[in-house]
């Protein structure tokens, strides 16, 4: 297993995803994405904090232009289980209404944060409201959601790297992997 980040090697069971499965994945999305906004004047908001790596790499494959914008919310806390709670740490700083808006996952788990973004948001009356996540898990989900564009579906398992942390550590893998049990206290 190559494992670019110095120290985390100990931890991590299994890579699922490389850097470079990911990258061309963005690459793939960016140009169907590209072809939907064309002409629009389009607003990605990123959640954080999950979603930096997703956004930022993104943002950079697309060539439309585009502002950004970052709401932060959090159901997980320390855990591995959502609580279903869903609770705005920080809000847009933009008004959406009549604006083109893309939201930006890393993850699609049980779906319960997205289900609830996409009532928030669309409350705001945007000219239009769509998805785009990294990751989903269909195993894991408890509510239905419409995905305009998903990049992998992946087994029911927890994962961390690329944005995605256990107990805020493993954001900055460059990849996406699962942790040795005994990072759990396993
Ligand atoms: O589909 P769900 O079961 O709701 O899970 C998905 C959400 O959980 C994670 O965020 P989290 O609330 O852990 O905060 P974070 O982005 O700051 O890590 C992830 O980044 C998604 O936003
Ligand atoms: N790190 C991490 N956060 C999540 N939030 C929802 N699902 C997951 C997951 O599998 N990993
Ligand atoms: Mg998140």
Redo the contacts with the bound molecule.
């Keep these: 297993m190559r494992v670019d980040a110095k120290d985390m090697g100990a931890d991590l069971k299994q890579v699922l995803i490389t850097k470079e499965e990911i990258d061309a994945k963005l690459a793939e999305l960016a140009a169907k994405i590209d072809a939907e906004y064309t002409g629009k004047d389009l607003l990605i908001v990123g ?5 930096v790596m997703v956004m930022a790499d993104l943002a950079r494959a697309l060539s439309t232009p585009l502002t950004m914008d970052w709401m932060a ?4 806390g320390a855990g591995t289980q ?1 609580s279903g709670v869903v609770r705005i740490l920080k809000d847009l700083d933009t008004d959406i209404k009549g604006r083109h808006v893309l939201i930006v ?10 289900s609830w973004l996409i009532t928030n948001l669309g409350s705001r009356e945007p000219a239009s409201l769509k998805v785009c996540t990294l990751l989903r898990k269909p195993d894991a989900a408890k509510v239905a959601i419409d995905v305009e564009w998903v990049g992998f579906d992946i087994p029911n398992e927890f994962v961390v790297g690329y944005g ?2 256990y107990a805020e550590k493993y954001r900055n893998l460059p990849f996406v992997g699962t942790l040795a049990p005994h990072v759990y206290g396993g």
């Design positions: 959640v954080l904090k999950g979603a919310v959090s159901s997980y959502s996952e890393d993850i699609i788990d049980s779906g319960l944060t997205l995605l942390d």
